[in-house]
């Protein structure tokens, strides 16, 4: 029989041939990751070896690549000190409400109050400035509230997100009176820690309107910054009713309302 002849100290692992991979420059390696999803240059590319690993964890990578995709700090005077950061907050950045535009009945939102003939849906009668935007919510003679709970950390955004970046946190609201009754709105946001208690709140002084008025739809903004370490939930909160106290539906209309976790530089 055939024997493969042995010399000292070799073993059976230096029989089998090791393949000899090129070395790629740099600006090559940073072409083909820029080129990938960003998620999977993250989990798998980051741990081919040092120099990807070397590239993945620049800055200037994921300068370019937020440059590349389009994605640019909202104020061009404040650079982000942290790309990769920024370009991921971007990437998940989406209206965590769910179902804002009443689009499909009451689901995801939570009847705190539902005063005279209650909460009902119904289309738009003045045009939205979105044209997406077709229905609404509307009120009644006695106070009307609804609410929605998120869970930041089932959303995506990590305690380590939320304490040590701390990214800009921007709700929005849309409402209108209806034009031959007179009406009041309101809402609050609250920045809830773990046991859900209140860290930080936001709440509008009650607005309203008088009978017959050009029943416009107006929008209702805040942005919370620099609020601390702790925040794990927001609870939503808004509605109102009508001041004539008129049986039926006649109160403040509300849609389109969005809470958003804004990258901020």
């Known amino acids: 029989m055939f024997k493969r002849k042995k010399y000292k100290n070799q073993t ?3 029989y089998i041939s090791q393949p000899q ?3 790629l420059p740099l600006a090559i390696i940073e072409e083909i990751l820029l080129n990938l999803p960003g998620h999977q240059v993250i989990c798998v590319c980051r741990l081919v070896c040092s120099e990807w690993k070397s590239v993945v964890d620049s800055n200037a990578f994921w300068r370019k690549r937020c440059r590349r995709e389009g994605l640019k700090p909202l104020n061009i005077h404040k650079v982000p000190r942290h790309w990769q950061m920024f370009y991921f907050l971007c990437k998940m950045r989406r209206n965590l409400l769910k179902n804002p535009n009443a689009d499909v009945g009451f689901a995801g939102w939570k009847i705190e109050e539902n005063g005279g003939d209650g909460w009902i849906k119904d289309c738009i009668f003045v045009p939205h400035p979105d044209e997406t935007v077709t229905k609404c919510f509307v009120t009644s003679y006695e106070q009307c509230i609804k609410s929605q709970l998120i869970n930041l950390e089932e959303e995506g955004y990590s305690p380590a997100i939320m304490d040590e970046i701390q990214p800009d946190i921007v709700i929005s609201d849309w409402y209108a009176p209806r034009w031959d009754c007179g009406s009041e709105y309101q809402i609050q946001v ?3 820690n773990h046991r859900k208690r209140t860290v930080q709140s936001f709440e509008s002084e009650p607005v309203f309107f008088p009978q017959w008025n050009d029943q416009k739809w107006e929008e209702m903004t805040y942005t919370f910054k620099d ?5 794990r939930f927001i609870r939503f909160k808004h509605g109102g009713k009508d001041t004539q106290y008129w049986a039926g539906h006649y109160g403040i209309r509300v849609t ?3 809470v958003e976790i804004s990258p901020s530089a």
Request: hydrophobic share 30%; glycine share 12%; charged share 20%.
């Open 227 to 231: 609020y601390g370490p702790g925040i």
């Open 256 to 258: 389109h309302s969005s």
């Open 21 to 23: 991979w090129p070395t």
């Open 190 to 192: 609250e920045l809830l």
């Open 12 to 14: 059976a692992r230096d």
